[in-house]
């Protein structure tokens, strides 16, 4: 991704200056907050999944789609 292209690029400038150029307070954030990112993300996912799984079994979506289909369909049939 476009953050891990950036500090990978900061971080080499850092190496390139000298190891105690580098905050490593600040690597350790970074590394953390990255190791972190996937499990969080994969769970919210995962409930998110459920929900709309939810929503479609108890038919929410499916009436949802068909009152916006007709409204469509009205709206294309006043434009022509």
Do not use: D
């Not at 190891?19 to 954030?29: F, G, H, P, R, S």
């Not at 769970?43 to 949802?64: K, P, R």
């Not at 068909?66 to 022509?80: D, F, H, P």
């Amino acid at each position: 991704s476009t953050t891990h292209t950036l500090v990978g690029g900061v971080l080499g400038v850092g190496f390139a200056r000298g190891i105690k150029a580098l905050n490593m307070q600040v690597i350790c954030n970074i590394v953390v907050s990255w190791l972190i990112t996937i499990p969080v993300g994969a769970v919210g996912a995962i409930i998110f999944y459920y929900i709309l799984a939810l929503l479609v079994i108890l038919g929410i979506i499916t009436t949802i789609v068909r009152i916006i289909s007709k409204r469509l369909k009205k709206s294309e049939n006043n434009n022509i």
